[in-house]
């Protein structure tokens, strides 16, 4: 079992920027890939950034260009900076592991964006 906490939610208004982490309680190295996924009020949970273990990175279009994926294996920990922030991205963001068959998530750490 992988146990996922995230941090680094909160308030922020417009155009501004937060950095989320996830730390791992074990190794992510030998993940398939790790995760950000969102999901809004109402709404079904979405991906957001995925990075797999060999690195190739892939992101939503609505956060392209603006949020970065990145992790430290040394560390066990996933990041997602969040940059130029808009009312829409407005969610709960989940940090997700997957080794396959076993997929793992975090508890959800909240992002406002508002004037």
């Known amino acids: 079992q992988v146990q996922l906490v995230e941090s680094g939610g909160g308030s922020v208004q417009p155009g501004g920027s937060l950095r989320l982490s996830c730390v791992a309680s074990s190794s992510i190295s030998s993940l398939n890939f790790m995760a950000w996924y969102r999901q809004a009020p109402g709404k079904q949970r979405d991906w957001v950034a995925i990075i797999p273990r060999g690195n190739a990175v892939m992101y939503a279009d609505s956060v392209k260009g603006r949020f970065t994926i990145s992790r430290d294996n040394a560390k066990n920990t996933l990041y997602l900076q969040m940059n130029s922030l808009r009312p829409e991205d407005t969610a709960v963001y989940y940090c997700?592991?997957?080794?396959?068959?076993?997929?793992?998530w975090g508890q959800g750490t909240q992002v406002t964006v508002s004037s």
């Open positions: 997700n592991g997957n080794d396959a068959p076993k997929i793992y």
